[in-house]
């Protein structure tokens, strides 16, 4: 603690009497297409370079793209937080640009101009600093040069997004002493806890800048094989999804067993879950599928973008990718995890529609804005989630990460919108349960705008488990200003 306050306060020194440069000037983005208007905070975007030198198949070719977004309200104080979209291989300008960054796209449908855009007045920004990145490499903006396997896993991009802070903390060191959180949702439930399993290890070890992490939430995110796997069925049950009769016969032929399915008994009744939950939006069983035309709204049949037609509402309607054939026979296993284009051969998700922001990030006066490489650099056009890197699961189950993390006293917020049938609430409350950590809030509702918002629970060792209700898969583009109350709050320390 005292080398870590002598840090600060030497820091503080060298920016006061210039010997620092606070933020490169290079990244800061004077202004956005789309957007007339005055920025509420500073914003900054660009690469960090040369990531992993070391790895024998990267030779410094890894350029990793964040989008750093200021607090709009005191940036010199307010926690820092890293923002990680999942898939694997889903960019994370996705949450900047659907979800709690400090724009959100006005409604309808661009006409040979691009989208407009206008401020989020539930933007994360209003109370943190926020660090949108791009991982790994060759997801988004980020890219990979002098490497023809672009092979990576959960464990090198730990690693490899450590480094990224480490090197960002260095051009951004006026930030240093902050409070820093890693959030994400989805795939992301393996990219925080491994990635905080890799900066404590930094902290422990003394390497340089000492990150002043505190905790990380997780929202919707893939935990474990056995625990993702079998929450599909109850899940659909208690929604009222598949009868009392269809319920009683899968459970009873599958003894409770559903993500590895023993008997053809089994296998047979599980196929009537299939068939009940088939056309349903699996990111959000409330809302409408997307359709194009000729589809006859079969979710087995996905949409190319070029294919897309008029929605049932106006855009932005998009349920976003989660990057796999999820939810119902494919719970994230060891090894290779196909991406969503490798499975579907380049065609996109049933009930997504991502015009909007595929349109606004490949303009070019969006790109050079800011500061993202040209396609023939990037190896082409900003899509939402990529198919052109092989990912291997190698980090296995979350649930010792999560136990190992708490138990050092690290705060984790993990949270779920409970009318998501891809990572369904029913495996991660069973999930949080089973740490065995002793319940010290008892289940009851929380509330935002007078209204009950959701339910949680707390236990020892600083964990929360948190519904929030009617929500989606992407809990703050489905519920944006429930979702900023429990994030203040939870940032602040106090009751949510």
């Known amino acids: 603690m005292a080398n870590f306050l002598f840090f600060t306060i030497s820091l503080c020194m060298l920016l006061t009497f210039g010997i620092i440069e606070a933020a ?10 789309g957007f007339n208007g005055t920025f509420p905070s500073k914003h900054y975007a660009g690469y960090v370079t040369n990531i992993n030198n070391k790895n024998k198949n990267n030779n410094g070719g890894k350029k990793l793209f964040y989008y750093f977004v200021e607090s709009e309200r005191k940036a010199w104080k307010d926690p820092v937080v890293l923002w990680l979209n999942g898939g694997p291989g889903c960019s994370s300008m996705d949450g900047f640009v659907y979800e709690h960054g400090p724009f959100t796209f006005e409604e309808g449908k661009p006409k040979g101009s691009l989208p407009r855009l206008r401020l989020n007045p539930y933007s994360w920004s209003k109370v943190s600093n926020i660090i949108y990145l791009d991982s790994p490499a060759g997801v988004g903006f980020s890219y990979w040069k002098y490497s023809s396997t672009r092979t990576t896993g959960d464990i090198e991009t730990a690693s490899d997004t450590h480094e990224f802070l480490l090197k960002w903390f260095k051009q951004f060191p006026e930030f240093i002493s902050n409070p820093f959180y890693i959030s994400g949702e989805s795939y992301a439930g393996i990219y925080v806890p491994t990635l905080a399993s890799e900066v404590i290890k930094g902290i422990k070890n003394g390497v340089k800048p000492i990150i002043n992490f505190k905790g990380y939430m997780v929202g919707n995110g893939v935990t474990d094989g056995k625990f993702d796997g079998n929450a599909l069925v109850p899940f659909a049950h208690g929604m009222s999804l598949i009868s009392n009769n269809i319920f009683e016969q899968v459970h009873s032929s599958c003894k409770g067993n559903y993500d590895n399915p023993v008997g053809k008994s089994c296998n047979q009744n599980l196929q009537l879950v299939y068939a009940a939950i088939d056309g349903l939006n699996v990111y959000d069983i409330l809302e409408p599928c997307y359709h194009a035309p000729g589809t006859q709204g079969n979710t087995s049949l996905p949409l190319s973008f070029q294919q897309l037609g008029e929605s049932e509402r106006p855009l932005p309607v998009r349920k976003r990718i989660f990057g796999r054939a999820w939810p119902f026979r494919a719970p994230v296993r060891d090894g290779l995890v196909p991406l969503w284009p490798q499975l579907s051969q380049g065609i996109s998700v049933p009930c997504v529609n991502d015009e909007v922001a595929t349109i606004w990030l490949n303009n070019k006066e969006v790109r050079d ?13 900003w899509v939402l989630c990529t198919g052109a890197i092989h990912y291997e699961h190698d980090a296995g189950s979350m649930i010792p ?8 006293g690290y705060r984790a917020l993990i949270y779920s919108g409970d009318h998501d049938m891809c990572v369904p609430f029913t495996g991660t409350q069973e999930w949080t349960r089973s740490l065995g950590y002793k319940i010290v809030d008892e289940w009851r509702s929380w509330h935002s705008k ?16 948190l519904t929030v209700k009617g929500s989606g898969h992407t809990v703050p583009e489905y519920k944006p200003q429930e979702a900023l109350d429990f994030y203040r709050r939870w940032l602040e320390g106090k009751p949510i």
């Open 24 to 33: 490169p000037k290079d990244a800061l983005i004077t202004h956005l297409p």
């Open 369 to 381: 804005a800011i500061h993202a490489k040209p396609p023939s650099v990037t190896g082409g056009p």
């Open 401 to 408: 990460y999560h136990k190992n993390l708490t138990l050092q």
């Open 450 to 465: 007078g209204q009950v918002a959701g339910y949680l629970q707390g236990y020892d060792n600083n964990l929360t488990f």
